[in-house]
């Protein structure tokens, strides 16, 4: 997995040959082949498809005859687009690898041509298998008993040198034959085109689908966002992946999270250092971040934890674990504090008493003036399975499309919109994944989703996080989208983009918005936390005033100098996603709200027995923020 993410880190897609091939690479081989990949798309910075001919091309042609020849080309226009390749780059793209000046004659009669690769049969094998034409909905061109026949030709062209070796002519005579023709192409691709054009269109007419008016209250009412820019990654990034960058991460988190525990008693932690001068004391205070677990023979809980200078074994006894006075939760990583004795040779702690950075509890915090905010994440444009037409129908009620006075009121006077990750589906996620997308071109999923934002009103504003679905790194923290996503929404002020996490001031409430990714490494470790039940999870980060306590799960962390995940502040309003269910919930006087998906229940999540609740959007009146909840469900707004 991790040469799938060094490549998806500089926009290379791998199908699963050209996956395996790689990992049979040696560490020269692999170095070359991102190093001139790198610096190949200094030049030509589009998404890249590695097929195993690609591959082969960047492994074994000199850098300049790559870029010469591929310096404007599209990697993905012979999948996805009308575009028709130059001459030279066809010739060059469709050049037979297999000549009587490159094939050991010896090596054909001992039957060692089918190791060697033939890379033209295999590219077009891989060409047949990624576009898959008799896949829906594209299937109209290709009969099945043409694959069939095109089968009995490649394994014939694979098995041939059980005799005489074929002739170069008749090679390229049977490769022809494996070939879609142009026209078939051709006719594909403008249908996709086509198809691309009709959604937009039938997007952009949404305003005007609707003749119903209203008033609307909260264009009247001016915008008030503030970005915490300090706690922003965007622009930020210094992080290589270092030791000395994982190294100076995990000091900064100990640090920040250190210095709240100590601020919730009002004491300075000792020093695990100086530990063994408290010998036999019994009201000791230290903080550490926790970096192996396990029991002891008589059930008691070992923790050890770690400063910046020391390490230091605590001991849970179990009988204060099943009375409930200590926690049985502890994450590796999390930053936690102890109080208690320390054994007669300096050796050990024994606990009375669990310090987390836990956020204070207050009263909910409202606002004067009556406005509604909107809480969306998980739309995943570009999915068979995206709800398109209930997606409409929520753009339309903003629109002013009300069927009765509850409606219109909440639409009237709705003067935000969050919006935490996931916006597309995105493109090579997961093996397998393009067989799940209506369009597999990433530009064209954000153009939809800006396309979309377009026709909600002006005056409400959308304040938009990434996930991990969306197209950039990753690792986390995530930053705002690169520039050539950003510019489909240019012209669009009523758009706010923030980081993955981000903090940000919304009409004097201080929302705090992350995707949720973390969700799926604490839900195991922690028996309260749920699926079925989000905000048990969300409670659980807040608790330990991190998004992310674990490290080396599921969730990739990048290791920058400042921990950007550490919650810094205390939310009003705590807004997640990623799992598809909506949750609802208070804690400690923050608002927590984890919103659903408009995507319907994938195959993995049927695997998995997780049973999304899709278009489902939770609206907070923060005039009585924490007090009611609202929600569009399906078409139909209701109190809950």
């Not at 690609?54 to 687009?81: A, G, T, V």
């Not at 930020?236 to 640090?255: H, M, P, Q, V, W």
């Not at 990714?517 to 969300?538: E, L």
Request: hydrophobic share 35%.
């Amino acid at each position: 997995m991790d040469i799938i993410n060094e490549f998806l880190n500089i926009e290379i897609l791998l199908g699963p040959k050209t996956y395996n091939r790689i990992k049979k690479l040696k560490d020269n081989e692999l170095t070359h082949l991102l190093n001139n990949i790198k610096k190949f798309k200094t030049i030509n910075n589009k998404l890249i498809l590695l097929n195993n001919h690609f591959l082969d091309l960047f492994l074994n042609h000199p850098l300049d005859e790559i870029i010469n020849n591929y310096k404007d080309f599209d990697f993905i226009s012979c999948y996805i687009s009308n575009e028709e390749l130059p001459k030279s780059q066809s010739d060059f793209y469709n050049n037979t690898y297999i000549t009587e000046e490159n094939v050991d004659a010896s090596k054909i009669k001992n039957n060692e041509l089918k190791a060697e690769e033939n890379v033209e049969d295999e590219f077009i094998g891989e060409i047949l298998d990624e576009m898959d034409y008799n896949y829906n909905p594209y299937n109209d061109t290709v009969e099945t008993e043409n694959k069939e026949d095109n089968t009995n030709i490649a394994t014939n062209i694979a098995t041939n040198t059980h005799n005489a070796a074929p002739t170069d002519i008749e090679q390229k005579e049977e490769i022809q034959k494996l070939e879609p023709s142009k026209n078939t192409i051709d006719e594909r691709l403008l249908k996709l085109e086509k198809e691309r054009t009709h959604r937009i269109n039938k997007i952009k007419s949404i305003k005007n689908s609707v003749f119903n008016k209203i008033n609307y209250v909260a264009k009247d009412i001016d915008s008030q966002i503030q970005i915490y820019d300090k706690w922003d990654i965007s622009g930020k990034s210094t992080c290589e992946g270092s030791l000395n960058d994982f190294i100076g991460y995990f000091n900064d988190r100990y640090s920040k999270i250190k210095a709240m525990i100590e601020r919730k008693i009002n004491k300075k932690a000792y020093p695990l250092s100086k530990i063994q001068r408290m010998k036999n004391e019994k009201d000791v205070f230290v903080v550490g971040i926790v970096t192996d677990m396990n029991t002891t023979k008589k059930g008691h809980k070992r923790v050890v934890i770690e400063d910046d200078e020391a390490i230091f074994s605590v001991i849970i006894m179990k009988d204060k674990i099943e009375k409930g006075e200590l926690p049985d939760d502890i994450l590796l990583d999390e930053v936690i504090g102890f109080e208690g004795a320390i054994s007669q040779d300096g050796g050990v702690m024994f606990p009375n008493n669990c310090i987390r950075p836990d956020i204070t509890p207050k009263p909910p915090k409202s606002i004067d003036e009556k406005i509604y905010t909107a809480f969306l994440s998980d739309v995943h444009i570009g999915s068979y399975e995206f709800l398109e037409n209930t997606f409409r129908k929520f753009i339309e009620l903003l629109n002013g499309d009300t069927k009765n006075g509850l409606e219109e009121k909440i639409v009237s006077r709705l003067k935000y919109i969050s919006i935490a990750g996931d916006l597309v589906d995105g493109v090579g996620i997961y093996p397998g994944q393009e067989y799940d997308l209506y369009d597999v071109d990433i530009i064209s999923q954000y153009k939809e989703v800006a396309t979309y934002i377009e026709q909600i009103p002006e005056h409400i504003d959308v304040i938009i996080s990434p996930g991990n679905h969306d197209a950039l790194r990753p690792a986390e923290p995530q930053p705002i989208f690169p520039k050539r996503i950003l510019d489909l929404f240019d012209g669009l002020n009523n758009v706010h983009f923030i980081s993955n996490p981000g903090f940000v001031n919304v009409h004097g409430l201080d929302f705090l918005l992350y995707h949720g990714r973390s969700f799926d490494d604490v839900i195991g470790q922690i028996s309260s936390a749920s699926y079925q039940d989000p905000t048990s999870i969300m409670k659980e980060l807040l608790k330990r005033r991190h998004l992310c306590p674990t490290y080396g799960g599921r969730c990739p962390i990048a290791p920058e100098k400042e921990d950007y995940l550490v919650i810094h502040n205390e939310p009003d309003i705590f807004h997640t996603g990623h799992i598809h269910i909506n949750g609802y919930g208070m804690y400690k006087g923050t608002t927590l709200i984890n919103s659903g998906t408009f995507q319907e229940q994938t195959d993995f999540q049927k695997r998995m027995g997780i049973h999304p609740t899709p278009a489902r959007i939770p609206i907070i009146d923060m005039s009585k923020n924490g007090s009611q909840y609202i929600e569009w469900d399906n078409g139909k707004i209701k109190v809950i």
